[in-house]
């Protein structure tokens, strides 16, 4: 199991050529979702006849507390409601940059339907089986799992309706570089939809970016324009960025 993998580090992006960068390493929500599966086997044994032995999300324990974090996130955050905000649909062909084990991928593919599908990207092989997994407890079939890397997500070029990065942004290690491959996967006429949580000021810790002026500075690097800002979302530090190919 590759419980220790992190996720894309933040490399902070200064004003001038010459800025310095500097490297936080830091785990993914998949990352500790992981670590808390396998210390979760440790203490409680194997499943039943080894039927689970190397599928640690499939322990009974383990989904609870994964279920128990999603309500606590819905409850806080409310995020499926970007659906309705940026209008998705029956039969779309949508995209996730960074799904991780499926929170905001599985309300996609519950919104489009059979007759659409899903492209979740992630770089944890892992987080992509349990996933799946998930997807097939639920009966959705219309999900395909792309292993990516830190600098490119491998999603089909020109296909994609609508491509989202659900609290991912902020982890990306070449957020420029990313951002213009996430761009030409697009179909013309396509989106990117970016969800984060954004604050007042940076904290002067963190090395990863917290402020809108800092969403908006990186992305003023790209091929993107914003095109919308929403903050609609109950909770009043959710921002959504709409993005579309300057």
Same mark, same amino acid.
Not at 80 to 89: E, M, S
């Given at each position: ?6 996720? $894309? ?27 808390? =599966? ?5 203490? =409680? =044994? ?38 309705d905000i940026v209008g998705v649909k029956s ?22 339907? $059979? ?40 999603? $089909? ?63 003023? =690097? ?13 909770? $009043? ?10």
């Amino acid at each position: 199991m590759d419980i220790l993998k992190v996720r $894309p580090r933040w490399k902070s992006v200064g004003a001038g050529e010459g800025s310095r960068r500097l490297v936080l390493p830091l785990l993914s929500l998949a990352g500790v979702a992981a670590l808390l =599966g396998f210390l979760l086997l440790t203490v =409680g =044994g194997e499943s039943p006849a080894g039927q689970n032995k190397g599928r640690f999300w499939m322990d009974a324990g383990y989904q609870q507390n994964v279920e128990a974090e999603e309500r606590k996130r819905d409850a806080e955050y409310d995020e499926g409601r970007v659906l309705d905000i940026v209008g998705v649909k029956s039969g779309m062909t949508v995209g996730e940059v960074g799904a991780g084990n499926g929170y905001f991928t599985l309300k996609l593919a519950s919104r489009v339907g $059979p007759s659409g599908r899903i492209y979740a990207n992630d770089i944890l092989g892992g987080a992509l089986a349990e996933l799946q997994d998930r997807a097939k407890k639920r009966n959705l079939s219309n999900i395909m799992a792309i292993l990516g890397t830190e600098t490119d997500p491998r999603l $089909p070029p020109s296909k994609l309706e609508i491509v989202f990065l659900v609290r991912t942004f902020h982890d990306l290690s070449e957020p420029v570089v990313m951002m213009d491959r996430v761009a030409a996967s697009l179909k013309p006429g396509g989106k990117i939809v970016i969800v984060e949580v954004e604050y007042e000021a940076h904290d002067g810790k963190s090395l990863r970016p917290m402020t809108r002026r800092q969403y908006l500075d990186i992305l003023a =690097g790209t091929r993107l324009a914003v095109e919308r800002i929403d903050k609609s979302l109950p909770n $009043p530090r959710s921002l959504v960025l709409v993005l579309a190919p300057k």
